[in-house]
């Protein structure tokens, strides 16, 4: 990381500190996206900074949710193998921020543990801040979120990014696919490979979809 990395990161980390305790910051020296986040978080979610682990959603999958977590297998199987040698977390929320399904090598997955990024955590704004989950579906686009952007410091020192999966046919938002790493590891390409993952889930969502369709209408052929 370059000095002038390093000097961004400890610009915005000073603000964040100056912003949650509560005071009038300036927040134009950061991304609009980052500031709208923080803002959300602070006046709109009153979520304390203090949080270090998200809450579990206890429901299970509906139909959709179910059909979305098996149309992502084969895509975050694919970016794995791509980025091979890289500890990245790859996975699959719903349009909730409920996490559907995740992977990871062991180191990751324990990092992953502590904040409950696995199956079932709940990343919305209003339970994990700003991260590359609830902030994607909160705007309903591709975003990076880097290391101290984020609103809790439970999560700081994550590189983390997403893009929104939309319905194949009518355009609607499903959930978000992401990639996310600690500190040191990173690809120049992440956001582009969340795209690309996406992309993908969403082409498979409609075969999968057409699977479910067929088999539902078969399933009554006995009483035709």
């Not at 990014?161 to 009518?170: D, E, G, K, M, R």
Request: some cysteine; overall charge negative.
């Amino acid at each position: 990381m370059s000095d002038v990395d390093h000097r961004e990161i400890s610009n915005i980390a000073q603000l964040w500190e100056r912003f949650v305790s509560g005071n009038d910051v300036d927040l134009s020296t950061i991304r609009p996206e980052i500031a709208d986040s923080w803002r959300r978080c602070r006046d709109e979610h009153h979520l304390s900074p203090t949080v270090t682990r998200v809450p579990s959603t206890t429901k299970d999958l509906s139909m959709l949710d179910a059909d979305l977590k098996e149309a992502a297998v084969p895509v975050i199987d694919l970016l794995r193998d791509a980025i091979h040698g890289i500890s990245a977390l790859v996975g699959i929320s719903n349009r909730q921020g409920e996490l559907i399904n995740v992977e990871g090598d062991s180191k990751v997955l324990a990092a992953a543990e502590a904040i409950n990024a696995l199956p079932g955590g709940d990343w919305k704004e209003a339970n994990g801040g700003t991260n590359c989950i609830g902030t994607g579906l909160a705007i309903s686009k591709p975003i990076q979120i880097i290391l101290d952007e984020h609103y809790l410091p439970a999560i700081k020192n994550w590189n983390t990014c997403s893009a929104p999966v939309l319905h194949p046919i009518n355009g609607l938002l499903l959930g978000a696919f992401g990639i996310s790493g600690l500190s040191e590891v990173g690809h120049p390409r992440m956001l582009e490979f969340a795209g690309r993952g996406a992309e993908l889930v969403s082409r498979l969502l409609g075969s999968v979809q057409a699977i479910d369709r067929l088999t539902l209408v078969r399933s009554f052929d006995d009483f035709s």
